[in-house]
């Protein structure tokens, strides 16, 4: 069984950091990568970061570039995205998803399993 669980989200003021993890077990696909979304309250999901398995190549939407990095640790099949000076904009629920082939984009539809969310409050 497929299985994704997002942790450690919080409430954290503006200019704080947070670092998410993403436990990831139970699928074999031999290239695969791992995404971060989140949706912030009335708003629809976004694709936030994305790890490639192929060669750990690193991407990010443009709001958080320079702030979030994504980071993998394969022997423990975890999956951290760390959250620097954070803004109230970046207050969402956070999931992290897995899709077959590493190639990264943030076509929700071909993510093939998700996590459920963990949820990420900013105050100002």
């Known amino acids: 069984e497929v299985q994704l669980q997002a942790s450690g989200g919080g409430l954290v003021q503006a200019g704080g950091s947070l670092r998410l993890s993403c436990a990831a077990s139970?699928?074999?696909?031999?290239?695969?990568?791992i995404g971060w979304f989140r949706q912030a309250p009335g708003k629809e999901r976004e694709g936030v970061s994305c790890i490639s398995s192929s060669d750990g190549s690193t991407y990010f939407v443009d709001s958080v570039k320079g702030r979030f990095t994504i980071s993998s640790d394969n022997a423990k099949n975890m999956v951290y995205l760390q959250m620097n000076s954070l803004k109230p904009e970046d207050t969402a629920v956070y999931y992290c998803?897995?899709?077959?082939?590493?190639?990264?984009?943030?076509?929700?539809?071909?993510?093939?399993?998700w996590g459920k969310g963990t949820l990420v409050t900013v105050s100002s």
């Open positions: 139970g699928f074999t696909f031999d290239d695969y990568a």
């Open positions: 998803a897995v899709k077959r082939g590493y190639r990264c984009h943030y076509y929700e539809l071909e993510y093939d399993y």
